[in-house]
């Protein structure tokens, strides 16, 4: 393993951004509070995610590391954290979900009284939590990650302090947030026991003081142990520390049965809290997830049990968001069952990771075509879901009070049809229906689902997305259909509208231009999606991108763009 | 004119951004520019020729060849072969003429209706007509699976904004219903694209119709899954349609749409799940259509009745004409699904039919609605005097609907019966009743509307058409006879297509073979026998005196379809045929293909 500081570019994303944090708290300390000197840190913040988006993409893309790979290109921090592609897409996903929440809050938190410099920080602490979750190849560093995240976002769900919601808000996430942070941490240390047990009798490649729950570790103890008498994969302790973190990372995710908090604290928290919770937590969420699963891929024994599990949790995650959704009267409380759906929709995808029935070859192109269905998808649901929110912020009353019920937004397309159309985008997008992204997205997910032999799973998933449709198009029927009740004229608009309008046009756009960052052929480290020959090179190939991002990632990530087929 | 598709998806959605430019006031006029623009590129079409079918082997070379002239391909979604593949043969053809024909009436009934909110209103009608004609000329699956659903989204603002009371109930029941069949639909998509790929061996799949058709063609897949499959497609397509116990979201839907929106979902909208059936279930899946064929036809046939007997006791007109497109789609899959020539040309020509002959309905009864605001038959009588221009024309219409000889709709519905009797005479003996009923439920009510006294008083202040209304129905009274009385000039499009549909989905030589010659305009016969029963390729030959070559038009066992004009020998000049080409020259008549001892001998003549 690498161990130098020299490419910590790969890392940039994060470092970057968890800067940013503190300059933001610093330029607050001697700021008066003046709106002009708040706007600036919102622009100091956008211009710094602009930055590390596009460290991000420079350094990552030159490093042709799959999740699958066990064995990272580049790694730093003893092995924990690993620059890779795959975390540089969650990076560039988790800037722009970190931007237009940024983007819509300014105004916002103002008419609220809100209006405080911590708040930019944390939003940006909690982004880089989420990278960090995503580069992470440690379960410590998973934690730690979590952890950053979490703790900012349990501040952030309580800042609307003196509203009586907003604090029932915070409680209640941090309290159950930190049960489930203590079952991440013990289904850690069970890992940790299990590996270091499992390694004592077994002739293995592991370096003695390697650490017991870096993700390299457990993969080579699983391979090493299988012939054995006492494979790791069967071992109880390791089987209930995955278990564990299954519950830790599935609550952040917010899959049922772990989803019970999130409608109350998406209701309770500040609008654009919630925006940036229903992504951003998810992002790392899923991306800690996809990795701990890619590990456990390669041994049979060690994903069966899982495979039911997960199959048994994404079913019930779908239904039962979108069920649920359906009785909704309060917007915010519909968004949040609507994204506990689409959670099910992303663990279908997470799941299809692993082919059922296919071997080699085959299965790892199963595999690549999923991860860049996830990928893709997050991608998408970020700007949808987003959108959605800043509609609602968008639309809310001047005082910084939102229309909370979904009938006070009857007669919409009458008094603002722009507003209307733009929310229209997402209702559609988020139902699935072409030609918006969401469309592709789920066509991408149950797609690859099929391709891994999981059919069952994906017709489950289009009939629960017909649900989806009825209460998706509700929110449509009420804007257009029904006579007008609220008077729409004085509306918050400002950077919620701007953050609307972005996503709205993306959610237009990714549908129908094809985006080569989230393609299989993409996601698989290759030039063109042809040669399958790369994957086997690719554990031998002298790092280029870490070095120098400047000049010879860049090039590198130009090649990566897939060349049209002739 | 290569690019032409391309240009007729193009035109409308450029039309919506101007509507959308233009004051409030000349909306419609920018909607009306837009489609009769979009109507004339799409004559363009019109120059279509229908590609002869020679020989035996070539199946798959001349069903691409179908679609060649104005095939456009562009990589898209590559990654997942998903291709920006436009094409049409002859019945795409036809009916994307239909669907812009169709527009330019539905934007003119919209002008007096239409007064609130006008301009999304013409937005979303003429983006509706783009998602149309792309289902129409859609070859890759997942670009027609975007279009067939993109369609859905401006009828369905159209419904739940200018429709009558139960709006919101028809919009989202429209909406709901149709989509669970193509969600279904979708999964078989993508079923049969991982097949397709399976059967290539590449890590690369296709969505493109043409491939995973002949793929499928010289790989079947097992029968279980293709008929999983098939029953996927025909789900979606049968709610479309709608077919029998799939249909009730049509009045519902038909009652509350504004007229324009009636007349395009009458006119085009259904046609999609015919077309469909047509375009994308037969021919996959040729042997699981086949298997399913009787079942198909009997829930044609029980609609066909079904829907008559309904509609005879509707008390509201347009859920009357509603329930009437039950029974005449019904007549539509009879044809498509017994598998004969004539019921193939009958059900395509008939999908023509319904759509002028029913679209006219509804802009009738959309003009009588705005006068007294109601649509009930009791608040009716006595018309004829007080609107003698209008009932006249709603009498021909009438005519149109109920089949009668010399109009549109008795060439369809007698080619329909005339094919389905060869291959399921029981269900035709059932299926005729359809005509009668639909001659008592249309008269009857014709008569409650039009004849007696005027015996309300205000139905006495009632005015007769105006100049422009009579514009908008007279291209259909024009329509109505052309079809009913020179066929051909629309079928000599389509027939060697479907000729091609029908050869891959019974796996037979057709009994049809009628060759077009490009440049000679001559419609020559070429006519090769072929055993009904013998499977293609190894056609034995058969004594017969009837040498190979043309011969004489009437000389089948069965008399031809009166208001048919078989076409003379050599060449047959129609005024249609002017859009064509030039060269007048009749062109050598194509060898009968197969080994000299294989005898042509006709058994039913074509058309």
């Keep these: 393993m690498k161990e ?10 994060p470092i970057i951004v968890m800067v940013l944090g503190m ?21 100091i913040s956008l211009l710094g995610l602009a930055g590390a988006f596009v460290m991000a993409m420079a350094a990552g893309f030159g490093i042709k590391t799959l999740p699958s790979d066990v064995r990272p290109e580049a790694s730093y921090f003893g092995g924990g954290m690993v620059g890779d592609r795959f975390g540089a897409l969650f990076s560039m996903v988790l800037c722009i979900i970190a931007a237009l929440s940024l983007l819509m809050s300014d105004r916002y938190l103002e008419e609220k009284g809100l209006n405080q410099g911590e708040y930019y920080a944390l939003i940006l602490f909690s982004t880089a939590g989420s990278m960090m979750m995503a580069y992470a190849y440690d379960l410590v560093n998973v934690f730690i990650g979590l952890e950053i995240l979490s703790v900012a976002l349990y501040i952030l769900s309580g800042f609307a302090r003196r509203e009586l919601r907003s604090e029932e808000s915070a409680v209640k996430y941090f309290l159950l947030g930190a049960f489930a942070s203590g079952f991440l941490m013990f289904g850690t240390a069970l890992v940790y026991g299990a590996v270091g047990t499992s390694l004592l009798t077994v002739q293995t490649e592991v370096e003695k003081n390697a650490s017991l729950t870096n993700f390299y570790t457990i993969a080579m103890a699983l391979r ?61 969420a899923f991306a800690a997830f996809l990795r701990v699963y890619q590990i456990l891929l390669p041994s049979e024994a060690a994903t069966g049990p899982y495979r039911s599990v997960l199959w048994g949790l994404a079913a019930a995650t779908m239904i039962v968001g979108n069920v649920l959704a359906v009785r909704q009267v309060n917007i915010k409380r519909m968004l949040a069952y609507s994204s506990i759906a689409h959670a099910g929709y992303i663990l279908l995808g997470v799941l299809a990771t692993g082919a059922v029935g296919l071997r080699g070859n085959e299965m790892d192109e199963a595999r690549s075509v999923a991860q860049g269905a996830v990928l893709y998808y997050l991608f998408v649901y970020t700007f949808m879901n987003l959108g959605a929110f800043a509609m609602v912020i968008w639309l809310s009353r001047r005082n910084g009070r939102e229309f909370l019920n979904i009938q006070d937004y009857a007669g919409l397309a009458r008094q603002q049809p722009g507003a209307a159309a733009v929310m229209a985008v997402f209702m559609l997008s988020l139902a699935g229906i072409p030609p918006a992204a969401g469309f592709f997205g789920k066509l991408y997910l149950f797609l690859s689902a099929v391709n891994s032999g999981y059919t069952g799973l994906a017709v489950l998933g289009l009939l629960t997305s017909v649900i989806g449709v009825y209460y998706y198009l509700n929110i449509i029927v009420t804007m257009y259909f029904r006579p007008a009740v609220n008077d729409f004229s004085e509306t918050l608009g400002g950077g919620a509208k701007t953050a609307a309008l972005i996503a709205a046009a993306a959610t237009l756009l990714l549908g129908v231009i094809p985006v080569p960052a989230f393609s299989p052929a993409f996601s698989r480290g290759e030039a063109a999606p042809t040669a399958s020959s790369t994957r086997s090179t690719s554990g031998t190939a002298a790092p280029t991108g870490p070095g120098a991002p400047g000049n010879s990632a860049a090039p590198a990530a130009m090649d990566a763009l897939p060349v049209p087929a002739p | 004119m290569q690019s032409i598709l391309t240009i007729l998806l193009v035109l409308p959605v450029l039309g919506a951004i101007l509507i959308a430019a233009l004051p409030k006031n000349s909306a419609k006029w920018g909607a009306l520019f837009t489609a009769i623009l979009t109507f004339v590129a799409s004559l363009a079409l019109l120059g279509y020729t229908p590609v002869a079918l020679g020989t035996d082997a070539a199946t798959l070379e001349q069903a691409a060849g179908q679609f060649r002239q104005f095939e456009q391909k562009i990589p898209w979604l590559s990654d997942f072969g998903i291709s920006f593949h436009l094409g049409v043969d002859g019945p795409a053809m036809l009916l994307i003429v239909m669907t812009t024909f169709l527009q330019i009436f539905a934007v003119m009934a919209s002008f007096d209706a239409i007064k609130d909110r006008v301009k999304e209103y013409y937005v979303l009608l003429t983006l509706l007509e783009t998602a149309m004609i792309g289902s129409f000329c859609a070859l890759d699956l997942i670009l027609f699976y975007i279009f067939f659903e993109l369609v859905l989204i401006p009828m369905y603002f159209l419904i739940g904004i200018w429709g009558g009371k139960r709006r919101i109930y028809a919009a989202v029941k429209f909406f709901l219903y149709t989509l669970v069949g193509s969600l279904l639909m979708l999964v078989a998509i993508i079923a049969l694209y991982l097949n397709v790929r399976g059967i290539l061996g590449t890590s690369e799949g296709t969505f493109d119709y043409l491939t995973i058709k002949s793929v499928l063609a010289d790989n079947p897949l097992p029968l279980r899954t293709s008929l999983l499959m098939f029953g996927a497609f025909s789900l979606a397509f049968a709610i479309k349609v709608p077919m029998f116990p799939f249909h009730t979201w049509l009045p519902d839907a038909h009652t509350e749409a504004p007229t324009a929106g009636s007349i395009i979902l009458a006119g085009v909208l259904l046609k999609l799940g015919t077309y469909g059936f047509l375009r994308f279930a037969i021919p996959l899946f040729p042997e699981a259509a086949r298997l399913s064929a009787p079942f198909i036809i009997t829930l044609a046939v029980i609609g066909i009745v079904y829907g008559a007997l309904i509609a005879a006791m509707q008390r509201d007109v347009k859920r009357l004409v509603a329930y009437s497109s039950v029974s005449h789609l019904g007549f539509v899959m009879l044809g498509l699904f017994a598998f004969t020539p004539q019921g193939m040309s009958g059900a395509v020509l008939q999908m023509i039919n319904h759509g002028i002959s029913t679209g006219a309905l509804f802009l009738l009864v959309g003009m009588i609605y705005e006068r007294r605001h109601t649509r009930a038959i009791k608040d009716f009588g006595g018309l004829w005097e007080q609107m003698p221009l209008f009932s006249r024309i709603f009498l021909i219409v009438t005519f149109s609907s109920i089949a009668l000889p010399l109009t549109n709709g008795f060439v369809g519905e007698f080619l329909i019966l005339l094919g389905a009797f060869q291959t399921y005479p029981w269900a035709v003996v059932f299926a005729t009743t359809g005509v009668i009923w639909s001659a008592i439920y249309m008269l009857w009510m014709f008569q409650r509307v039009f004849y007696g006294t005027v015996d309300k008083p205000e139905n006495r202040a009632l005015r007769d058409m105006t100049r422009f209304e009579l514009a908008t129905a007279v291209p259909f009274v024009l329509m109505i006879f052309w079809l009913g009385i020179y066929p051909t000039s629309f079928t000599r499009y389509m027939d060697s297509s479907l000729d091609l549909i029908l ?11 009628v060759t077009y010659q490009r440049d000679g305009l001559s419609r020559a016969r070429a006519e090769r026998a072929a055993t009904a029963d013998e499977p293609r390729v190894e056609t034995p030959p058969i004594p017969a005196s009837t040498g190979p070559g043309p011969r004489p038009a009437f000389g089948g066992e069965l008399p031809p379809p009166p208001g048919v004009s078989p076409l003379p020998e050599g060449d047959a000049v129609s005024p249609a045929d002017g859009a064509a080409g030039a060269s007048a020259e009749p062109a050598p008549v194509a060898p009968p293909p197969g080994p000299p001892a294989d005898v042509p001998q006709p058994r039913v003549p074509g058309l």
Excluded: C
């Design chain 1, 4 to 13: 130098t500081l020299e490419g910590i570019s790969a890392l940039a994303a």
């Design chain 1, 224 to 284: 090493d142990t299988a012939s054995t008498a006492t494979p790791l994969a069967s071992s109880p302790i390791f089987v209930a520390g995955i278990a564990l973190l299954i519950v830790g990372l599935g609550f952040k995710a917010a899959i049922v049965p772990f989803h019970s908090y999130a409608p109350d604290v998406y209701e309770g928290a500040p609008t654009s809290v919630t925006a940036f919770m229903s992504a951003g937590a998810k992002a790392g």
């Design chain 1, 23 to 43: 300059v933001v708290l610093l330029m607050d300390l001697n700021a008066e509070s003046t709106r002009a000197q708040r706007q600036r840190l919102v622009w």
């Design chain 2, 503 to 513: 050869r891959d989905a019974t796996g037979k030589e057709t009994v049809r073979y």
